[in-house]
Structure formats: C-alpha cells, structure tokens
C-alpha cells in the first residue's frame, strides 16, 4: 500500500497534457436562432499536474455554453479558447493549450419551422438464404425542424442515426434515433422513430407470358417483336413472390433504342416490385420488324 501512495503521489505531481472533446451548446430565443461554423464538438488539449487533470473526468463541467442575447440579425466571432479559459473553473495548474476550431463564426438570423422527409441511414446484412422485400419504412417519415432561416433553407431531408443489422432473419421493428449531426443548431419534433423492415426467406419463381411493351412508337410506324412473350424468373421473398402478379412486371423495349440497334436484336430492360431481382429471361434477346401503317 505505501508503494502504491508513493507511486500515486510521484506520478500525479508530474505535468501531462490530455486531449478531451467538449459539447457546443448555444442559447438563443426566439424569434432568432442560430446558424455558421458551428460543430457540435471541440477538440481541447488541456496541460496540467496530473492531480489537477483528475478534474476533467470528476467534477469539472466540461461544456462550450454560449447565451446570445439576439435584438436584431446579425454575426460575430468567438475565440474558443479565450472563452473556455474565461468560462471553466480551472485551477492555477490547469491551463488549455489548445483548441480546435480555434474561432466560430455565428449568424444570427430569424428562426423558422417546416417539415421535411426523413430517410433510414443503415446497413441490413440478412443471413443467407434471407433477404430484404421493398423497402425499409419510418413512422413518422417526415419531422418538424426549426431553425435559422439560412440553415433550414439547405435542409431538404434528415438521415437517421447510421446502423448495421448483421445476421437477420426476421423482420425489423424498433425505434431508432434521428441524426444528431445539426443538434445543437435544429430543434427536432421527436428525436426518435420507428423503423419497420420486412425479411423474408428468399425463393424464385416464373412468370410467364409477359408481355413486352414498345413506348415512344410514332403514330404512323409498328413495330411487331419477335416473340412478343416472355418468360420472366424472379428471385425475391416467398410471400412477396406469391402475391404478385403478372401485371405487376413490366417489359419494355424502347423504340429509339431499337432505331439504334445494329445487331437485328434487342434486349428488354423491366419494371418489377422493389426487392426483386429478374435472374432469367426466356428467350433473351428480342428480334423485331418496323413497319409503316
């Protein structure tokens, strides 16, 4: 136990340096908020005997909080370290050396709100022989934001938190967070959804006499295919696979591309339900004749 003070108390009245990341926060009321170079984090070297450095994982609040008292829009700048240094209770032996951003650029401008859409950020590995029909659903897929008018005016949609799902074989329901990348700058109606991913076992499955359609023919031409049916397999879900129909795939061969053809054939491209996959086409190529009215 001695050997252990001694140790502690050699070691701890040395000088270290130690990097910690500090959340920004900025208050501002309404009817103003605020936007600019503004990250969510600073990276801080603090310098300081080792005693003292305790303090930045006990009781020192490590925290950039900043209250802006907004009359009118406007900017300014922030010197980071200057305002750490004014605004943490640091003791004469612990001292900030550095910090990253070194300078925030704020904008000060008219707070706003609008709706925008939210997309799911994720990786879905299934275990084999399982995969993913249609796609991925949120409930609510669209959220209120608020926030500067400048900011919001970028903002088309928002991502949710990225995540991986390994070995699935079952469906997928669970909230999820929103992304927290504009945090400190949006305000967000909820900051969780849910997440609804239907997995089935995968099959295959033919479709037969699928017929193929021409689009853009001009009024005064035909063209006549060579067959003008299909044999189509697909591979999806065994219960999607079951409930479509024929009508739901879709064959097509556009005239120009036949205009463009050198080769006496043509191959079909399809339109067909969202987590399948065409494997097979019987026949493969197409042959055609243009004809005049």
């Not at 103003?32 to 170079?37: K, M, P, T």
């Not at 640091?90 to 050396?97: E, T, V, W």
């Not at 067909?272 to 190529?285: E, H, M, N, Q, R």
């Amino acid at each position: 136990m001695l050997s252990v003070v001694l140790w502690l108390s050699l070691n701890f009245n040395q000088v270290y340096e130690i990097e910690k990341t500090v959340p920004v926060n900025f208050r501002v009321s309404k009817p103003y908020s605020v936007s600019g170079n503004i990250p969510l984090n600073l990276e801080v070297k603090f310098r300081g005997v080792g005693w003292n450095l305790m303090r930045l994982f006990t009781s020192l609040n490590l925290e950039f909080n900043y209250e802006v008292s907004a009359k009118k829009k406007e900017s300014f700048t922030i010197l980071t370290k200057d305002y750490l240094r004014a605004n943490l209770d640091l003791s004469q032996n612990l001292d900030i050396i550095s910090v990253y951003p070194e300078t925030l650029f704020v904008k000060v401008d008219t707070y706003e709100e609008k709706y925008v859409k939210l997309l799911p950020h994720m990786q879905i590995n299934c275990r084999e022989g399982y995969q993913v029909v249609g796609q991925p659903t949120l409930q609510p897929d669209s959220l209120k934001i608020g926030g500067s008018i400048e900011l919001l005016r970028n903002i088309n949609h928002l991502n949710t938190k990225y995540i991986v799902f390994d070995n699935v074989n079952a469906g997928i329901s669970r909230n999820i967070f929103v992304s927290d990348s504009l945090s400190n700058l949006l305000w967000l109606s909820q900051n969780e959804v849910k997440l609804n991913v239907n997995i089935e076992l995968t099959a295959e499955k033919d479709f037969e006499n699928i017929e193929i359609k021409v689009p853009n023919v001009p009024d005064d031409k035909e063209v006549l295919l060579i067959p003008q049916n299909l044999t189509v397999q697909l591979k999806g879900g065994v219960n999607q696979l079951a409930q479509i129909e024929n009508s739901r795939i879709i064959a097509k061969v556009d005239y120009y591309k036949i205009l463009s053809d050198t080769t006496g054939s043509v191959v079909p491209y399809f339109e067909i339900p969202p987590g399948c996959v065409v494997i097979a086409v019987k026949p493969d190529i197409i042959q055609y004749v243009i004809k005049k009215k």
